[in-house]
Every structure is written in structure tokens, then in C-alpha cells.
């Protein structure tokens, strides 16, 4: 129940197309659901996040769908650019408890 | 606002040597801290919490002899790798809950070889 699954586990997108990553969990306690850019050899920082009380939240270039129903959650960079290949890692938390998905490596093309 | 330090980035240390990093929330009083491992192209996997003033929770399989964590101050938590071997060598990453970003914020990781 503790499991965030996210897929494609590598996306390739050329620049200036969509990127869309897919996360769902299981675990119906979870109440914060974030975002992180991790680039080679640097910790993860955060990009968005949301709370289940909203489907949407967008920033910039960068926009969280969640439904509550479905229990997923996805981030869509748009326009996405070069410097946007990163590995990206959904999580989600309550309290204490902070779940990690496998991560997502993008590569975008220019 | 939400600025979490860790040091050092990366070390090199011989087998059977201890080595310590410091992670430290600049600007917010951090009263849990986490510490993640991460190998190669995998996920974040966390080792241990960390409340402040008191003993760390470490995750199952972690060995707690081994990897010591001592969370003194609400600013301030440190690992330390005891008697590292080769198998040791990882990307170690803490973040500490507080601050602006409800939720976690992240050091930059150290890279540690054990040759």
C-alpha cells in the first residue's frame, strides 16, 4: 500500500513537445503528492506539487493532473526544452511518510 | 527559503575508515531529517528518519551500527559510515521537513567511493 508506481520508466521527446509522466498509488491516507527534477550527481529539488483537494496545478511550463477517484497523478512538461533531461521522481506523503516513485528518465531532443 | 546544506558533495575513503556528513537546514529548524541511498539510475531509498534529540528509526535491512545518525540539534543531522567497505560506495542524500515547501527539501548528495 506503501508503493507509488510511475511510468514510462524513460521518455524521449523531442523539444518543443509534451512530456507526460503517470503516477498512482494506493495508499488513500497520502495528502501531499510532489514533483522532484533530480539532474546527474545532484539531490532531487523540488518542481510542483499538489494536494488532493485540486486536480489541477499549474506552473510555468509544468502542470500536475491528479484524480482522486483513479488515485493517479501525472506532470506534464510542456514546450519542453533540453535543458528539461532529468530524471524525474513522483512521491507521496502523510506525516512522516514519504514515498518515492521509481523515477522517469526524459531526454529531450533538440 | 528552505535551503538544506550537505557536506561534502563527494569523498574518496579507504576500507575500513569512518566517514561523516553534515546536513544542515540553513534557513528553517528542521525537527525530522531523512537520509536516502541511491545507487546508479535507481530510485531514492530512505535509510533512517531523524527527530531531533532523539534516536534515529532506520528502515529494514539498514544496519544501525553501521550507519550512524545523530540529529543534536534542530539544524543539524549527520551520518556517519563506520568501518566503510567498497559495497558502501553511493550517492547518500538527506532532506530535512520544514520550512516554506510543505513537505521535504533535499541536500545536494555525497558521492562516496570506498576504494
Known amino acids: 500500500q506503501q508503493q507509488v508506481k510511475q511510468s514510462p520508466q524513460s521518455l524521449i521527446v523531442q523539444k518543443g513537445g509534451i512530456s507526460i509522466i503517470n503516477c498512482a498509488y494506493e495508499?488513500?491516507?497520502?495528502?501531499?503528492f510532489p514533483w522532484y527534477q533530480q539532474f546527474p550527481g545532484k539531490g532531487p529539488a523540488l518542481l510542483i506539487a499538489?494536494?488532493?483537494?485540486?486536480s489541477e496545478k499549474k506552473e510555468g511550463r509544468f502542470t500536475i493532473s491528479f484524480n482522486k477517484s483513479a488515485k493517479q497523478f501525472s506532470l506534464h512538461i510542456m514546450d519542453s526544452q533540453p535543458g528539461d533531461s532529468a530524471t524525474y521522481f513522483c512521491?507521496?506523503?502523510?506525516?512522516?511518510?514519504?514515498?518515492f516513485g521509481p523515477g522517469t528518465r526524459l531526454s529531450v531532443l533538440p | 527559503g528552505a535551503v538544506v546544506s550537505q557536506h561534502p558533495s563527494w569523498v574518496i575513503c579507504k576500507s575500513g575508515t569512518s566517514v561523516k556528513i553534515e546536513c544542515r537546514s540553513l534557513?528553517?529548524?528542521?525537527?525530522?531529517m531523512f537520509w536516502y541511498r541511491q545507487f546508479p539510475k535507481q530510485s531514492l531509498m530512505l535509510m533512517a528518519t531523524?527527530?531531533?534529540?532523539?534516536?534515529?528509526?532506520?528502515e529494514q535491512g539498514v544496519e544501525k551500527d553501521k550507519f550512524l545518525i545523530n540529529h543534536a540539534s534542530l539544524t543539524l543531522s549527520t551520518l556517519t559510515v563506520t568501518s566503510a567497505h567498497p559495497e558502501d560506495s553511493s550517492f547518500y542524500i538527506c532532506?530535512?521537513?520544514?520550512?516554506?515547501?510543505?513537505?521535504?527539501?533535499f541536500g545536494s548528495g555525497t558521492r562516496l567511493t570506498v576504494v
Open positions: 512521491a507521496a506523503s502523510y506525516g512522516q511518510n514519504f514515498v
Open positions: 495508499n488513500t491516507a497520502f495528502d501531499y
Open positions: 499538489i494536494r488532493p483537494d485540486v
Open positions: 532532506s530535512a521537513s520544514g520550512g516554506k515547501n510543505y513537505g521535504y527539501t
Open positions: 534557513d528553517f529548524q528542521a525537527t525530522t
Open positions: 531523524s527527530n531531533e534529540g532523539s534516536k534515529a528509526t532506520y
